[in-house]
């Protein structure tokens, strides 16, 4: 059974460029959020994806944007990066009943750097 | 706001200490979960305290919740140098549907 995935493992890229980052959940799992966090930091909530929608969004900025694909998979994409924007990103899956906030899965992340 | 935060913000001790670290949140929960993260690595979910429960043991692990004074306390027994990590609370909400981390407590147990 695999757990969370997530690629790609290290990036490199320079302000202003675009960056898509990718999430496979956990088998059986429906919903997938995408977290930043900054070093030394906690993670820190950027969406939640879940029926293909976004139903949760945190305090980022319309740059970040998102997708999730009819198998559960996500996308995490970044426009015009900033050099504020490199941290560790990270994707957790969980099964989402009724709202309510279940155990996360999370993946080993993305670590975005930008130059 | 939902958001734990973690108490002490660091901790070192000895191999075979107790660690206790403790988290504090502001508004009703209807669990509250605590994570272990291994440096620059994903979250590890170690246990799920649900708000009608006061006390939950997993392993070495024992979670307390107090609901009235909106507190909760993560206890690991006999420590090992594999325990140094950093150590997050995330209280958990019907009304958002979403997790929101605090800084966390560092621990670092030296052999």
């Known amino acids: 059974d695999a757990g969370v995935t997530q690629s790609p493992t290290h990036l490199i890229k320079t302000r202003g460029q675009q960056v898509t980052l990718r999430c496979s959940p956990k088998s059986g799992h429906d919903t997938v959020s995408w977290y930043q966090q900054a070093l030394g930091q906690g993670p820190q909530f950027i969406f939640q994806y879940y029926e293909e929608e976004e139903r949760q969004r945190g305090n980022f900025p319309d740059r970040f944007s998102g997708h999730q694909f009819p198998n559960y998979s996500s996308e995490l994409n970044v426009n015009a990066l900033l050099l504020g924007d490199s941290a560790l990103y990270l994707c957790?899956?969980?099964?989402?009943?009724?709202?309510?906030?279940?155990?996360?899965?999370f993946g080993p992340g993305t670590r975005l750097t930008v130059l | 706001s939902q958001q734990g935060e973690e108490d002490p913000q660091a901790l070192s001790i000895q191999e075979g200490e107790n660690a206790t670290m403790n988290c504090s949140y502001k508004t009703s929960i209807n669990n509250l979960q605590w994570y272990r993260q291994n440096s620059g690595r994903g979250l590890v979910h170690l246990i799920l305290i649900r708000s009608n429960e006061r006390e939950k043991h997993s392993g070495r692990l024992r979670v307390t919740l107090d609901t009235s004074k909106k507190s909760s306390s993560l206890l690991i027994t006999a420590s090992r140098a594999a325990d140094t990590a950093s150590y997050f609370c995330?209280?958990?909400?019907?009304?958002?549907?979403?997790?929101?981390f605090g800084q966390g407590t560092t621990l670092q147990v030296k052999p």
């Open positions: 957790a899956s969980s099964l989402g009943v009724g709202g309510l906030v279940n155990e996360q899965f």
């Open positions: 995330a209280p958990g909400s019907s009304n958002t549907g979403k997790l929101i």
